[in-house]
Nanobody, 118 residues
Framework: QVQLVESGGGLVQPGGSLRLSCAAS????????MNWYRQAPGKERELVAT????????NYADSVKGRFTISRDNAKSTVYLQMNSLKPEDTAVYLC???????????WGQGTQVTVSS
């Protein structure tokens, strides 16, 4: 059974930090490209960050570049999103996504809420 379970969300003040985790199971994690998306109320889902299967390549949305860092630990089947200098506009549900063109599979987690407010 495939599972992606996000954790680490919560309420944080502007300028604060959070570290999100996404624990994967039920598939060969090391073969999948991993993404973090976010969706705010009334807005379209936005791709925040991407990391290749071997951690050799990362990409970020312009809105988070320099503040967020994506990483992965293939031994633990976990992907992380370190979020620093958080802003109110970062408030959203953050979702973990696993993609494999080789296997033609696309998996999603349920999401974790991040709220940035004073």
């Amino acid at each position: 059974q495939v599972q992606l379970v996000e954790s680490g969300g919560g309420l944080v003040q502007p300028g604060g930090s959070l570290r999100l985790s996404c624990a994967a199971s039920g598939f060969t994690f090391s073969m999948y490209l991993m993404n973090w998306y976010r969706q705010a109320p009334g807005k379209e889902r936005e791709l925040v960050a991407t990391i290749s299967s071997t951690s050799g390549s990362t990409n970020y949305a312009d809105s988070v570049k320099g503040r967020f860092t994506i990483s992965r630990d293939n031994a633990k089947s976990t992907v992380y999103l370190q979020m620093n200098s958080l802003k109110p506009e970062d408030t959203a549900v953050y979702l973990c996504n696993a993609v494999s063109r080789y296997y033609n599979k696309n998996y999603w987690g349920q999401g974790t809420q991040v709220t940035v407010s004073s």
